[in-house]
């Protein structure tokens, strides 16, 4: 009986643990609301996100010899990572992003690309075509490079508070620490832009 239960149980969480990482596929977005204070509030306050949910990273699904990567523009450079260290970004349930499947070709140039950044210096100034990358910067770059024109969307970049001329605090202080202007109006993409993108779908959840 108990060897029987034990059986069952081990049945149980490799269908859980299976279930849950099967969902995802090559080239799959992975987008997350991480917990990193007053600047994710403030990121959250302006974008918008798949059905209402606030997204503050995302990164590229890379499936190798059965094991799951995730590209990523974080910390100091573009990397590579598991998908344990990169679920370690947020204590909230992530959402699957798939290319609709007219444009799933674009996935192995869309991969290429992306390995081909890893080391390059993260954008902390979130400024577009500066030879750095923050997390959807890469991902918008990426798709850029494999579809022969822009992919995604470039929108005006605000950092200041909804329906006011003020800027958030957060963001006054972390520009004046790099001693540059806020590029308030400059163009720029965002995770939570990307994931009501018409051409990808929300295919699923990871918690």
Same mark, same amino acid.
């Given at each position: 009986?108990?060897?029987?239960?034990?059986?069952?149980?081990?049945?149980?969480?490799?269908?859980?643990?299976?279930?849950?990482?099967?969902?995802?596929?090559?080239?799959?977005?992975?987008?997350? !609301?991480?917990? /990193?204070? #007053? $600047?994710?509030?403030?990121?959250?306050?302006?974008?918008? %996100?798949?059905?209402?949910?606030?997204?503050?990273?995302?990164?590229?699904?890379?499936?190798?010899?059965?094991?799951?990567?995730?590209?990523?523009?974080?910390?100091?450079?573009?990397?590579?990572?598991?998908?344990?260290?990169?679920?370690?970004?947020?204590?909230?349930?992530?959402?699957?992003?798939?290319?609709?499947?007219?444009?799933?070709?674009?996935?192995?140039?869309?991969?290429?690309?992306?390995?081909?950044?890893?080391?390059?210096?993260?954008?902390?100034?979130?400024?577009?075509?500066?030879? !750095?990358?923050? /997390?959807? #910067? $890469?991902?918008?770059?990426?798709?850029?490079?494999?579809? %022969?024109?822009?992919?995604?969307?470039?929108?005006?970049?605000?950092?200041?508070?909804?329906?006011?001329?003020?800027?958030?605090?957060?963001?006054?202080?972390?520009?004046?620490?790099?001693?540059?202007?806020?590029?308030?109006?400059?163009?720029?993409?965002?995770?939570?832009?990307?994931?009501?993108?018409?051409?990808?779908?929300?295919?699923?959840?990871?918690?």
């Amino acid at each position: 009986m108990i060897r029987n239960l034990l059986y069952a149980t081990f049945l149980f969480v490799s269908f859980f643990v299976f279930g849950q990482t099967s969902k995802l596929k090559n080239g799959d977005l992975l987008f997350q !609301k991480m917990n /990193c204070g #007053e $600047l994710c509030d403030a990121i959250h306050a302006v974008t918008e %996100g798949f059905d209402g949910n606030d997204f503050s990273h995302l990164g590229l699904v890379v499936i190798e010899n059965d094991s799951i990567f995730i590209i990523e523009a974080a910390g100091n450079a573009v990397r590579k990572v598991t998908l344990e260290q990169f679920s370690k970004n947020t204590q909230s349930t992530m959402f699957i992003g798939r290319v609709k499947s007219k444009y799933t070709k674009l996935i192995p140039q869309v991969i290429s690309f992306s390995k081909q950044q890893i080391g390059i210096p993260y954008d902390d100034v979130y400024l577009y075509d500066n030879r !750095k990358y923050y /997390c959807s #910067e $890469l991902i918008y770059d990426a798709f850029l490079k494999a579809y %022969g024109k822009p992919f995604f969307e470039l929108q005006p970049m605000t950092f200041k508070k909804p329906n006011t001329n003020e800027f958030f605090p957060a963001w006054v202080d972390y520009y004046q620490n790099l001693k540059i202007e806020i590029p308030e109006g400059k163009l720029g993409c965002n995770p939570g832009g990307i994931s009501i993108s018409d051409k990808i779908k929300i295919v699923g959840k990871l918690n």
